[in-house]
């Protein structure tokens, strides 16, 4: 099993009380350490506001912050989970994704995906279509990424995006170009894009979901004539581990105590839904059961996402040495 963790830049309210003017550091710091260590990737989501609602404390941008790891690190690969299509023009998307390659020498990762989050659409005035034309958008998205880093130029004449002979050089370092991730699990579309152009998928993590979205992949690889043995299927998971199951509820006491002051008890306590009796959360013994029978059904490359990591690392620590070798 391979496994990244989220670099904290914000968008999950897991820099505040930080300086700005030190918030770089430590995230340079965190990627550093991975890089030495025994991850094979990291990543940031692409977002420019806050949740579980938008707020006025920091969101880095994802692209400025895969360009600036890629120049402090040397060996860890470096994605976003995932990039949203709409959010940036995707000649121009296939050009900055090259160029971050370039400065990596070859070791970026393009996660991407239709986008959800409605308010950030809104305020940067990108409207809000509907999810059928965000797909869209994304199948044509790919295609001209595809274009443009094994020929280096870009063509379409889509419903969405127009471009003509857009040059994109140099090509990304990477034979065949980026990596995609197709990130996502909506069935019918979303899944099928997945299918015809995918290295990765990201869906559903847990055991039930991530059994149920692989049977629809294999289906639509079978549509389309994809291998679908051939397409690493990836999942995020939020950790809180402890020592006992003590030590984990002390850890997502303290993430409900960080976010209560910036959005509410309410919405402070319905974040931690997200953790509470999934696979990434209890002690070394009870993640490694999860895992290994995660693993049983092809779950084979976790994205880790650990709350406190801009505060206190030693959660990371304790899944480093009581997890990892378990698991790699």
């Not at 998971?237 to 997502?252: F, K, M, S």
């Amino acid at each position: 099993m391979r496994f990244g963790f989220f670099v904290p830049q914000g968008w999950r309210l897991d820099l505040v009380g930080i300086d700005p003017a030190e918030q770089w550091r430590v995230m340079r710091d965190l990627a550093q350490r991975a890089d030495a260590g025994p991850w094979e990737s990291i990543w940031v989501y692409d977002h420019f506001h806050t949740v579980p609602l938008p707020t006025e404390e920091a969101t880095h941008e994802a692209w400025s912050l895969v360009s600036a790891f890629a120049a402090v690190t040397e060996n860890v690969r470096i994605g976003q989970m995932c990039t949203a299509m709409s959010y940036r023009n995707p000649a121009y998307l296939a050009k900055v994704a090259a160029t971050a390659d370039i400065i990596s020498g070859g070791r970026i990762e393009m996660g991407i995906g239709g986008g959800w989050y409605e308010h950030e659409w809104r305020a940067y005035g990108y409207g809000f279509p509907p999810a059928a034309e965000r797909l869209r958008r994304l199948d044509e998205g790919v295609q001209i990424f595809r274009q443009a880093w094994t020929t280096g130029t870009a063509t379409l004449h889509g419903r969405h995006y127009q471009v003509d002979g857009a040059v994109v050089r140099p090509l990304p370092l990477q034979d065949g170009g980026i990596p995609l991730w197709i990130a996502g699990g909506g069935e019918k579309v979303t899944l099928k894009i997945a299918a015809k152009y995918a290295q990765y998928t990201n869906f559903d993590g847990t055991p039930e979901g991530f059994a149920h979205k692989s049977e629809i992949l294999r289906g639509h690889c079978a549509d389309v004539g994809t291998d679908f043995d051939a397409i690493v299927r990836s999942a995020n998971y939020n950790v809180a581990i402890g020592r006992t199951e003590a030590e984990v509820q002390e850890r997502l006491d303290a993430l409900r105590a960080r976010l209560e002051p910036y959005v509410g008890p309410e919405k402070a306590d319905s974040a931690l839904d997200a953790f509470r009796g999934l696979p990434a959360v209890g002690t070394p013994e009870q993640i490694v059961e999860n895992f290994t029978a995660l693993k049983k059904q092809g779950m084979t490359y976790a994205i880790l996402y650990f709350p406190e990591a801009a505060y206190d690392t030693s959660g990371i620590e304790l899944f480093e040495r009581e997890v990892l070798p378990e698991l790699r």
